[in-house]
């Protein structure tokens, strides 16, 4: 029953699509990944994940979180970080 309500949710992005991350004069970062897809009351954010580094960045807001030029998928194993 639970995740019928939740499949109603949708977000800009789907888990493993490749974005640009634009956070205008701070920088922008490249070849990343969606890893996880987070919804509040009013904001979508997303967990990005930086292949060069193999780190994730927890809480992007969705305003930062731009389409790539690259169009690139990665698949990602289940895991169970929160």
Request: hydrophobic share 30%; net charge positive; glycine share 2%.
């Amino acid at each position: 029953m639970l995740e019928k309500e939740h499949s109603n949710y949708s977000s800009r992005y789907k888990i493993g699509k490749k974005v640009l991350v634009d956070f205008c004069k701070k920088g922008k970062l490249e070849n990343t990944y969606i890893r996880a897809v987070i919804f509040t009351n009013c904001k979508v954010r997303y967990s990005i994940y930086l292949s060069n580094s193999k780190t994730t960045i927890h809480n992007v807001d969705s305003c930062f979180v731009k389409d790539s030029k690259d169009v690139d998928f990665i698949e990602f194993e289940t895991d169970n970080y929160s």
